[in-house]
Each structure stands twice: as C-alpha cells, then as structure tokens.
C-alpha cells in the first residue's frame, strides 16, 4: 500500500466507526507518519551501514553525526581490513583486562572489537596509529518520511498496522478513549508481528545443529 | 534539526486539542516535557559525558577588601593562591607593596596565564578535590594518566589509608562521599600539577589545531572555527560551538559521567537526545496533562500514555545493554582469580614412597 492508500483506508476506517470524521488531511498524514516511525522504532526493521574513516586521535564516535537525528541504535562494526566482524565488548571488560587499555595501538591498523558509551557513542579498540583504515558501521535507523506515492519499507503483510496507529492516534486526539485503545490493541498485534518477523524471519530455514535435522 | 521544546509543546497542545490553552497551558506542558527528559537520563542513563577534575592550582577571585585582609592574615596558605581583580578600583585597594608580595593580585584568566606566575607558586598544595556540576547522576569511570583507577568509598579509602586526605602522591582513585554532594575527593592528593597547553595568540577564538602547540594535526576543511581538537572528547551539553578549553590527560583525573541533559529553560532549546527519543517526551506529556484531575481529565488515555512510556524507557535501556548482551564471555571470566593461590603440599601417596 502507498501512504495515499493508506490514507485512504484510514479514512474508511474512521467512518466506519464513527460519522462525520473532524479530522484534516493533515493530520491524518501526520498520524501515518508517526505510526511509521514507531513501527520502525520498536522493530528496527531499517538497518543503514557507513563506511567510517578511522581517526587515531577520536576517543568516541558520535552516532548523531553519522546517522543524524534519525539514529535508533549502534549495530555491529565489521572491518574491511581484516574481513572480520568487530568483537563487541564492554568498557569494563577492558577496564578489567588492561587498566591502560586507551593507548594500545593496533599492530594491524584495524581494530578488533567495539563498544559503545551511551545511547550514541561509541568506539573502537585498540586504536588505529594514523588516519588510515575504515569500518563498516551498522546503525538502525528511522526511515525516511513517506511520499503520497511511497510505500512502507517494512514487509506488505505489515502495513495494516500503519493504518490502525493512525486509527488509534487520531481518535485518541479527539479524546475517544474506547475507540483509540480498541485499536491501539489491534495495532500492537502487528506491531509484535512485525517486530518477530524482523528479528527471525529466517529462522524456519536454519539448519540445526546437535543432530537434529527437519524432515 | 533537533527538536526544541516549542515544537514539542506545540505538538502536544495541538495533539491535546487546546491550542487556545483554555484547559492547559504551555507552561505546564513545558514543566511536563521537563520532567520526562529528567526521568528519561535518570532511569535509562543514555548521555554519557566527560569531566576533568584539574590538578591545577585554583585560580583566586578576590572582590572585597576584606577578603585580602584575609589572605593577608596567612601568607603561607595564600602563597600562590592566585586572585583575580574584577574591577580597576579592586586594584587601587592594594597597596604598592601588597601589590608585589603576597597575596597578589593577577587578572589570570586561564591556566596557560598562571604559568606567568610561576614565581609565586612554589609551596602551594594542589586541589585535593574537585567538583563535578548538578547535572551529574554517577561517576562511570575514572581515569589518571589514561589509566584506570578505583572509585572508592570512604570507608575504602580510610581503610587503605588513614591519611588519605593529606598524602600526595599518584592518585589511584577518587572518592564521591563525604565531601558534599558536588564534591569528588582525589586519592591520593595529586602532587604533581598538570599539564596545559601553551596557546599562540591572546585573544579570539580558538582557530585551529595549530594554535594549541602541543597537538599536531591537520585542520579538516579551510574556513569557520574549530570544532573538535584531536584526542579530545566534546565535552558538555552539546557538541557545536568552538572548544573553549583544552584539557591534558597526562597529570590529569579523567571522569566519565552519566549526567541529565541540558535543561529545557527556554522555548528555543533544542533536547538533547535524537528526535526519535525526544518525540517519547510528547507521548509522557500527553500522560500526565490527560491524568490531571478537572477538565480534560481522561484517566484511560492517561494510563495509556504511561504504560507507553515505561515500555519506552525499556527499550531505551535495552538498546543501551545490546553490545553487552552480544558479547562473547568467557566461563569463569577472563580474568585470573584473585585469590590467594593454593599452599604448597606434599604429592598425597609421598609418605607411602618414602617407606
């Protein structure tokens, strides 16, 4: 569906419901684009990658400078030197391990694992010994904001949900408790949908291990 | 572009239905955005941030009369105490030989400057303590020498060492107890002052990397101010503007902190979190006006929001645990023990081989 037929269903919806619908265009284009943000929001469903420029003199990464103020969550790091995924690990793991962790310097110009400080930044040990050397940063972000003619960049099967958020949120502004929650409810079970499928689509694939194999 | 607390205030106003402000009004609304955006940093923990507790000699302001009266009182305290006059009648209170002898009076405005004063410092204890500012909620490392040390508590601190307070030495921890609620004790008292950066130039603005003489890298682009000094992190509530100060690890106590964000004191103050997390702020909002007793009281939809909003906090922490739940551990850590190892003993069938 196309945010125009969307738009349109929502509009069915309300007046499926209730007669007379008060409410703009407008508004209920802002309700879909806000339904769109936090179904991508709860399932981070839109994953980005940038290729990062490794300075030696950079204690923390700022993910807002990178991503913009679309940012959700740091992802893993992959390094292209080494053709490696980057160890995740926790400062205080290398609090532990090296009280003097911050001046180790990479003997392979790439570094071996990340980890992040705060909800944006984050870093890279150990450190690279010149401005040489990138990484592949994964980040999930929101999606850009959606066209008339634009579809959601989730899965088709997903879509209702965008039209039961703006259902839930516009009545919810006009104070209609019962209806809002009624189909907040509707739109949380897809929501939950969405956010499994994200997270396992391909896991009915998956070859097991352990000697047990699907017939 | 940042959202600033009027888009969010519109935007809830608007969402509430009363962009006349008949039922609410947007100082409440503000006092709601506010509340969420504290809950938000204290409960999830998302800004970390960078302070330095300077092993530096405190620069002195000196205002009243009396106030040099006092220092006059105990030149060896006051010995190399440095004062700042503020106005030029401060300076005419000084006497000629008060202005040549202690204390003295030095329009000292950054440490490079003190250098100048070196003549007057020999003897000075450096500061034992430091303060951090109100908006810090915990102390998540600290660092000397960009070296790891200890948070202690007091009972610590005594227990390794009783004079704790008056030894100088290497620090190897601080302590956050016992000094006041802003004030971090340096164990032990540093006794070798810090390093600072000799700036070129006396005025302006900082213009690039090469006006601080001890960095040596190449400025990014070729106009504008700068942005970022190499090998330091931006420190404060926001990263733009120009760096106004450059601190030095090397002799230097390093913390990083977990602290609130920049108060929403003003309709154009941008929230300093990413957009998506301070649009949670206009759903908390929407929570608590709809929860407030009297018109437009909607305690459904209140309670609604609320859940919304605690479900959102989760995520938040969640995704600040990701990296940390993704990690490989090793079974026992990856550390050795430390405990006593085991005492030497004989092989258990020694006796019987020595039949």
């Not at chain 1, 802002?30 to 943000?37: E, S, T």
């Not at chain 2, 960078?50 to 300077?54: A, G, P, W």
């Not at chain 2, 329009?107 to 004063?117: F, K, M, N």
């Given at each position: 569906m196309t945010k125009a037929e969307i738009r349109t269903k929502v509009l069915r919806k309300l007046r499926q419901q209730r007669a007379g619908v008060p409410f703009s265009e407008a508004e209920i284009?802002?309700?879909?684009?806000?339904?769109?943000?936090?179904?991508?929001?709860?399932?981070?469903?839109?994953?980005?990658?940038?290729?990062?420029?490794?300075l030696a003199d950079r204690p923390y990464y700022d993910a807002r400078t990178v991503c913009g103020q679309s940012l959700l969550a740091i992802g893993p790091a992959f390094s292209p030197t080494t053709s490696r995924w980057l160890r995740p690990v926790v400062v205080g793991d290398l609090d532990g391990n090296d009280r003097r962790w911050e001046r180790v310097v990479s003997p392979s110009a790439a570094p071996d694992a990340y980890f992040t400080r705060g909800l944006w930044w984050f870093g890279y040990y150990p450190r690279v010994a010149s401005d040489t050397g990138t990484v592949k940063q994964y980040f999930t972000a929101l999606p850009a904001p959606m066209e008339d003619d634009d579809a959601p960049g989730f899965h088709d099967d997903f879509h209702d949900g965008l039209v039961e958020y703006a259902t839930y949120d516009l009545w919810a502004q006009a104070g209609e408790a019962t209806l809002a929650l009624a189909a907040w409810t509707r739109y949380a079970a897809i929501e939950a949908g969405l956010v499994a499928h994200t997270k396992s689509r391909n896991s009915t694939a998956r070859v097991a291990g352990y000697g047990a194999h699907a017939q | 572009m940042a959202r600033t607390r009027s888009d969010l205030t519109a935007a809830v106003l608007s969402r509430l239905g009363d962009t006349q402000e008949a039922i609410w009004t947007s100082d409440e609304i503000d006092g709601y955005l506010q509340d969420g955006l504290s809950e938000l940093c204290r409960a999830a923990k998302p800004i970390i941030d960078?302070?330095?507790?300077?092993n530096r000699h405190e620069p002195f302001v000196c205002t009243y009369q009396d106030e040099l009266d006092l220092l006059a009182t105990m030149p060896g305290f006051?010995?190399?105490?440095?004062?700042?006059?503020?106005?030029?009648?401060?300076?005419?209170?000084?006497t000629a030989n008060q202005q040549v002898t202690t204390p003295r009076a030095c329009?000292?405005?950054?440490?490079?400057?003190?250098?100048?004063?070196a003549d007057i410092t020999p003897g000075a204890l450096l500061p034992a303590v430091g303060d951090v500012d109100g908006s810090v909620i915990e102390i998540d490392r600290s660092l000397y020498d960009s070296r790891v040390i200890a948070s202690l508590t007091t009972r610590d601190a005594r227990n390794i060492d009783s004079r704790y307070e008056t030894h100088a030495g290497e620090p190897y921890g601080v302590v956050w107890q016992g000094d006041g609620p802003r004030t971090v004790r340096k164990v032990k008292r540093p006794s070798m002052e810090?390093?600072?950066?000799?700036?070129?130039?006396?005025?302006?603005?900082?213009?690039?990397?090469?006006?601080v003489a001890t960095t040596d890298d190449d400025v990014t682009g070729t106009w504008g101010i700068a942005r970022q000094i190499p090998g330091h992190h931006p420190m404060g509530s926001f990263s733009f503007g120009t760096p106004r100060r450059v601190y030095l690890d090397g002799k230097n106590i390093r913390l990083e902190v977990v602290r609130q964000a920049a108060p929403l004191d003003a309709p154009q103050d941008l929230i300093e979190l990413p957009d998506r997390y301070a649009d949670y702020l206009r759903d908390y909002a929407m929570g608590e006006a709809l929860a407030r007793p009297g018109a437009g009281h909607q305690p459904q939809l209140a309670q609604h929001y609320q859940a919304r909003w605690a479900t959102r906090i989760e995520r938040v922490k969640a995704r600040m645990r990701r990296v940390s739940t993704q990690r490989i551990s090793q079974l026992g850590g990856s550390q050795l023990p430390r405990t006593r190892p085991p005492s030497p003993r004989l092989p258990w069938p020694y006796a019987a081989m020595r039949m």
């Open positions: 284009n802002q309700a879909i684009d806000d339904g769109y943000a936090e179904m991508s929001d709860a399932s981070e469903w839109n994953e980005v990658v940038q290729l990062l420029d490794l | 960078t302070v330095y507790l300077e006051a010995v190399g105490r440095i004062s700042r006059i503020t106005y030029e009648d401060e300076r005419a209170l000084l329009p000292i405005t950054c440490p490079p400057e003190s250098e100048l004063y810090a390093d600072v950066v000799d700036v070129d130039g006396a005025f302006g603005l900082l213009r690039d990397g090469d006006d």
